[in-house]
């Protein structure tokens, strides 16, 4: 979970504490707010215990006029129990779940450090266009973590399917040392998960979501090298392949098919790396990386 209060462009109130009525919940101290969004609030954390024992963490808060919609703390909990699955370098890690009075929450790791989005824009800004290579680099540990995901299974052996789509850049901290996370599987799918996508409900953010998740429910491990590849076409260029000034516009490019080289925007650009990044935005998931451990090599 990300400790930047400008983390995705999310606002934070001008007195989140006061609004939450509290400066505790369940075993944790609350410190501070770090981001706001439209279902939960998320806070920098505090545990302590004997001999002056400390651990920070970010905690998740469900609002609370949500806590009575039976359907969203079904899908919450069962966001938790997914990621709770969830222990690889490069995925943040969930802690544990708790409900105290009307408050539903998850507990987390702190990550401090920045988004995607955020990062880059700051670096564009101050010094201009980023090394390839480091791109590369972030794009690979994300590729480690989806990996991970991508191959968990359940207590009997079985695959749970699971897949993130929404692999974004607001959803890929990089923290302070360095480390690369992948955050938020809150709109993931497994096989056996307690709650389902409505039907006619799209998941996901437009602009990055691959041809077949706009049209329909059908996903799989290669939609999210989609999504990544996306996320790395900007990384390296500074330009979004499918740009748009509106949603119907931006699906209509996504459907075509149709991706401008990004060598044309950075003529430095190796031709490998573009080569990888074509690939992964291929229109069949037939024609992508098989898997992110192939676009990660």
């Given at each position: 979970m990300p400790p930047d209060?400008?983390?995705?462009?999310?606002?934070?109130?001008?007195?989140?504490?006061?609004?939450?009525?509290?400066?505790?919940?369940?075993?944790?101290?609350?410190?501070?707010?770090?981001?706001?969004?439209?279902?939960?609030?998320?806070?920098?954390?505090r545990l302590l215990g004997q001999g002056g024992f400390e651990k920070l963490v970010a905690i998740k808060i469900v609002h609370p006029h949500l806590t009575s919609e039976r359907a969203f703390v079904e899908m919450f909990l069962d966001e938790a129990r997914l990621a709770a699955r969830l222990q690889h370098p490069n995925i943040g890690e969930v802690y544990e779940i708790g409900q105290e009075d009307e408050l539903l929450y998850m507990v987390g790791e702190l990550i401090m450090g920045q988004d995607l989005s955020a990062l880059f824009r700051r670096i564009w800004s101050r010094v201009g266009a980023i090394e390839p290579a480091y791109a590369?680099?972030?794009?690979?540990?994300?590729?480690?973590?989806?990996?991970?995901?991508?191959?968990?299974?359940?207590?009997?052996?079985?695959?749970?399917?699971?897949?993130?789509?929404d692999v974004t850049p607001r959803n890929v901290l990089v923290s302070y040392r360095g480390q690369v996370k992948l955050i938020d599987f809150g709109v993931a799918f497994a096989r056996y998960r307690l709650t389902s996508t409505a039907v006619g409900l799209t998941k996901g953010k437009i602009g990055f979501m691959p041809p077949?998740?706009?049209?329909?429910?059908?996903?799989?491990?290669?939609?999210?090298?989609?999504?990544l590849g996306v996320s790395l076409y900007w990384m390296v260029t500074g330009e979004h392949p499918f740009s748009g000034n509106t949603d119907a516009l931006r699906i209509q490019r996504i459907l075509s098919g149709k991706v401008k080289p990004p060598r044309l925007w950075r003529p430095d650009l190796s031709p490998a790396l573009e080569k990888v990044i074509l690939k992964a935005l291929a229109s069949r998931p037939v024609e992508r990386f098989e898997t992110a451990a192939q676009m990660g090599e």
């Open positions: 209060g400008k983390n995705g462009g999310k606002q934070t109130p001008s007195n989140p504490l006061s609004r939450l009525g509290r400066d505790r919940v369940g075993r944790y101290e609350i410190i501070y707010p770090i981001a706001m969004g439209g279902m939960a609030g998320v806070y920098a954390g590369a680099l972030i794009a690979k540990e994300v590729c480690a973590g989806l990996q991970e995901a991508h191959d968990l299974r359940d207590d009997a052996g079985r695959p749970l399917n699971i897949v993130h789509r077949e998740q706009i049209r329909g429910p059908t996903v799989d491990r290669r939609s999210d090298i989609f999504s």
